[in-house]
């Protein structure tokens, strides 16, 4: 390769024809490929430099808190987990018909791995995925409220095609996190994709936002069109533990018991 070419490579920021062209030459001249078919090769090689960068951009931007993957997670750990309904969502068909997703369990059955694992599966698909705990959220919207951008803050969590909201259910979260958690989900509502865990009966999300209206809002519209995956089972961190207690309760009773608290109050 001659450094003119080197240089002009270089400057129409062609890094993946770059890296491989060397190679390529010797490989067109042993193999007898005509000019459309080298050219064929060597723009495939700049697009699968491409697609990998911007791959890693968007994971960067995802702020997963472990890169994740279904071919990583231990399935005979936890056998009653239903592995066709999550490789059914890992072709991503909920992202693009904007349906809602809930993993619902007790602590430690693998919930924030398989919500970080499909994030990434949709980032591969060419989807904008950001993941959060219900904590980030929140600290997020009182940051901002302290500094009067709300609607950017606002805005950051409209944008993804899937935003993930992990840990509901962890503790109680402070003052005005239904108000947060509420106004992010009526937004999205049938127009993005939200994908939430909890590791409490959905009943308890009114004490645990502080405020049974909101909740009750919440539960409405993201239960809409939301597909739950239930996991049981025993705790990846407590493997030589004893094994913990499994929710037994439904999404539509569990709905239907934060109505009842409310009308109750």
């Given at each position: 390769?001659?450094?003119?070419?080197?240089?002009?490579?270089?400057?129409?920021?062609?890094?993946?024809?770059?890296?491989?062209?060397?190679?390529?030459?010797?490989?067109?001249?042993?193999?007898?490929?005509?000019?459309?078919?080298?050219?064929?090769?060597?723009?495939?090689?700049?697009?699968?430099?491409?697609?990998?960068?911007?791959?890693?951009?968007?994971?960067?931007?995802?702020?997963?808190?472990?890169?994740?993957?279904?071919?990583?997670?231990?399935?005979?750990?936890?056998?009653?987990?239903?592995?066709?309904?999550?490789?059914?969502?890992?072709?991503?068909?909920?992202?693009?018909?904007?349906?809602?997703?809930?993993?619902?369990?007790?602590?430690?059955?693998?919930?924030?791995?398989?919500?970080?694992?499909?994030?990434?599966?949709?980032?591969?698909?060419?989807?904008?995925?950001?993941?959060?705990?219900?904590?980030?959220?929140?600290?997020?919207?009182?940051?901002?409220?302290?500094?009067?951008?709300?609607?950017?803050?606002?805005?950051?969590?409209?944008?993804?095609?899937?935003?993930?909201?992990?840990?509901?259910?962890?503790?109680?979260?402070?003052?005005?996190?239904?108000?947060?958690?509420?106004?992010?989900?009526?937004?999205?509502?049938?127009?993005?994709?939200?994908?939430?865990?909890?590791?409490?009966?959905?009943?308890?999300?009114?004490?645990?936002?502080?405020?049974?209206?909101?909740?009750?809002?919440?539960?409405?519209?993201?239960?809409?069109?939301?597909?739950?995956?239930?996991?049981?089972?025993?705790?990846?961190?407590?493997?030589?533990?004893?094994?913990?207690?499994?929710?037994?309760?439904t999404p539509a009773k569990a709905a239907s018991a934060v109505v009842?608290?409310?009308?109750?109050?």
């Amino acid at each position: 390769m001659t450094e003119s070419l080197r240089s002009a490579l270089k400057q129409l920021r062609l890094s993946g024809l770059l890296e491989s062209l060397e190679v390529r030459l010797h490989e067109a001249a042993g193999n007898g490929l005509n000019h459309a078919e080298f050219l064929e090769v060597i723009l495939h090689d700049e697009l699968a430099v491409r697609g990998d960068r911007q791959l890693r951009r968007r994971v960067k931007a995802a702020q997963f808190r472990e890169l994740k993957t279904l071919e990583d997670f231990d399935w005979s750990f936890n056998p009653s987990i239903k592995k066709k309904q999550l490789f059914d969502l890992a072709t991503c068909r909920f992202v693009r018909e904007a349906r809602d997703v809930l993993l619902l369990g007790p602590p430690g059955v693998g919930k924030s791995f398989l919500a970080q694992a499909l994030g990434y599966q949709a980032l591969k698909a060419g989807f904008l995925v950001l993941y959060r705990s219900i904590f980030d959220v929140v600290r997020d919207f009182l940051h901002d409220e302290a500094l009067g951008g709300e609607d950017k803050v606002l805005a950051r969590y409209l944008k993804p095609d899937l935003l993930i909201v992990d840990d509901m259910g962890m503790k109680q979260l402070p003052k005005r996190s239904g108000e947060y958690l509420f106004e992010i989900i009526m937004r999205r509502y049938e127009t993005r994709t939200t994908m939430m865990t909890s590791n409490r009966p959905l009943e308890d999300w009114g004490k645990l936002l502080g405020d049974v209206p909101s909740a009750t809002a919440i539960l409405d519209r993201f239960l809409h069109h939301a597909e739950i995956v239930q996991i049981t089972g025993k705790s990846y961190r407590l493997r030589n533990g004893s094994r913990p207690e499994a929710s037994g309760e439904t999404p539509a009773k569990a709905a239907s018991a934060v109505v009842g608290a409310e009308a109750s109050n």
